[in-house]
């Protein structure tokens, strides 16, 4: 199966096109992060298809810095919220402030009006702070006091958790995670990567400071919104979309899946799957694609029996077998 944390994307870009200028974020973003492609290219589908992303890893592989590096090269307005077990909803979104001068409530906004907001360890707060996203992420404005107030485009939530069998966190709700475009786990280094991390910081890194590792606006909304126009003209046959039909169908009849995938789910990997298709240098989506992008895109979006978790099965395995057994299209 394709993988595309592993798979050089978008190589055959010409010079000056949206492709190319997609593509020199990898270089861009490897000046302040080491040998984290996956990601990379996962955040830029997401963007491609105006998703949000979950990332999910241990403390300390350079999740936040990630985020960080790929907002600095697309020159995107970013901000950053660090979620704690007191955060209040109107942290997150904004509220009504009683100006004394004018005798009048205005608003001030949050955070959550920018281009790429990270919500760092979102699993650390209660689900009422938590739900405070739905709104922003499906419909990308947030209501207070009954006024809708639309957000900026570029809009994306970068979510990074930590794994949640860690002691002090809140595993995200069902239709919080349904929101989340992708799920990428994000692993501990290679021996070979940690030694060049290592190795930068003996030369100086300091990654509190990504103008001073080199990082450079590469790409921007301009090229952003070129590049959605491309991919939404990438053509999808009648059998790729049974075929991403019949693999979220067979989730729901899986014996080892209290929940499958929903109809928002299968949306969901056929507009990933076109954004990989384009990254990759077509216009046309095939199964490869599909399979490429099924993992990230589907396995938050089900949820395991206890005893088939007891026994060891992961999401990840039952996608996995899902997509040995689906006949893939000719």
């Not at 190589?11 to 973003?29: H, K, V």
Request: charge should be negative; glycine fraction near 6%; include cysteine.
């Amino acid at each position: 199966m394709m993988d595309p944390t592993t798979d050089n994307a978008g190589q055959t870009g010409d010079p000056g096109t949206p492709r190319a200028s997609l593509e020199a974020l990898r270089a861009e973003i490897a000046k302040a992060v080491v040998g984290q492609d996956p990601a990379v290219t996962g955040l830029v589908v997401a963007l491609l298809c105006r998703g949000h992303v979950l990332l999910e890893g241990v403390p300390g592989v350079a999740k936040t810095l990630l985020v960080r590096a790929l907002a600095s090269a697309l020159e995107l307005d970013t901000k950053r919220v660090q979620f704690t077990p007191d955060l209040m909803p109107s942290d997150v979104t904004g509220s009504l402030v009683y100006d004394a001068r004018t005798a009048e409530f205005s608003f001030q906004p949050g955070p959550v009006f920018t281009n790429l907001l990270l919500a760092d360890e979102i699993n650390r707060t209660p689900p009422k702070t938590q739900s405070s996203l739905l709104e922003a992420m499906e419909e990308r404005q947030v209501t207070v006091d009954g006024t809708p107030r639309p957000l900026p485009e570029p809009f994306l939530v970068a979510a990074t958790q930590n794994p949640v069998e860690y002691e002090g966190t809140y595993p995200l709700p069902e239709a919080q995670l349904d929101r989340f475009l992708l799920k990428l786990t994000i692993p501990l280094p290679s021996r070979q990567d940690e030694i060049d991390v290592l190795t930068r910081h003996a030369q100086g890194f300091n990654p509190r400071d990504l103008h001073a590792a080199g990082v450079r606006p590469v790409a921007g909304p301009a090229d952003l919104e070129a590049a959605r126009a491309a991919v939404a003209k990438t053509t999808v046959s009648p059998e790729i979309t049974a075929y991403v039909v019949d693999l979220c169908r067979a989730t729901r009849e899986s014996p080892s899946l209290t929940l499958g995938v929903s109809p928002r789910g299968a949306t969901a990997l056929l507009a990933t799957s076109r954004a990989w298709a384009w990254l990759t240098g077509r216009d046309y989506v095939i199964p490869d694609d599909v399979k490429a992008l099924a993992l990230p895109t589907l396995r938050h979006r089900v949820q395991l029996r206890p005893e088939a978790e007891m026994e060891g099965v992961t999401a990840d395995s039952v996608i996995n077998a899902i997509l040995a057994h689906v006949p893939v299209p000719r």
